[in-house]
Every structure is written in C-alpha cells, then in structure tokens.
Nanobody
Framework: QAQLVESGGGLVQPGDSLKLSCTAPRRTTMWYTMAWFRQAPGKEREFVAAISRSDTTAYNEDFVKGRFAISKNNVKSTVYLQMNNLKPEDTAVYYC?????????????????WGQGTQVTVSS
C-alpha cells in the first residue's frame, strides 16, 4: 500500500493562505487518483479536492468556491493543496488519499490509502 505523508498544516489567521503537501511513494501520483479530504471535530470526513492521473480535477464547490487549488508533481510524487482566503470553518484535519486510476471520486470509500492527516486551524 502507498504510504502517504502530509505536511504544511498549522495555525493561521482568517484570510491567510497555506499550502499542504502530500508525499507518496515513487510514481504513485503518476498512476493513482489523489485527493484531499478533511474532518472537523464532531463532523464526518468530507471531500475537498481530487486530481486524476491525467490531471483532471474536482472540487467540493460547497465551500471551496475558487479558494483552493489541487496540483501534483509527478517527479516528486507529491500532491499539493493550495488554500487561500482561509476561514475559521476550514479548521479541520486534512487527509491525503489515493485511489485506483479513474475519474476523481468524492466518495471516501473509493480511496484505498490514507495519510495520517495534518491539522489546519484558522483562528484570530
């Protein structure tokens, strides 16, 4: 199974930006669909964004609304989530996940491998 390691979380103020990284074993991002999910305390895990092996992307437009961007670097086998104009409601643990090749899925059960998560806290 692919070992995914997230980094880049932290405590920021409303309106700030953060860039999360997810490092995967070599060639993972070339073949797998990669995604970011998040889970706030007391809430279910929810889809944030995904990118397929062919760079097709999908976002949860309920709250992303153009503020986040997912990207990947296949040479580094790393997936990124650039988050701008962060809001307190974005506070959550952000998880990276990998699924078998296919169109980006919003269903967490489609993803086989998960990282341990990185905490993002947005507070003034």
């Amino acid at each position: 199974q692919a070992q995914l390691v997230e980094s880049g979380g932290g405590l920021v103020q409303p309106g700030d930006s953060l860039k999360l990284s997810c490092t995967a074993p070599r060639r993972t991002t070339m073949w797998y669909t990669m995604a970011w999910f998040r889970q706030a305390p007391g809430k279910e895990r929810e889809f944030v964004a995904a990118i397929s092996r062919s760079d097709t992307t999908a976002y949860n437009e309920d709250f992303v609304k153009g503020r986040f961007a997912i990207s990947k670097n296949n040479v580094k086998s790393t997936v990124y989530l650039q988050m701008n104009n962060l809001k307190p409601e974005d506070t959550a643990v952000y998880y990276c996940a990998a699924a078998q090749p296919g169109s980006p899925s919003r269903d967490p059960t489609s993803y086989e491998n998960w990282g341990q998560g990185t905490q993002v806290t947005v507070s003034s």
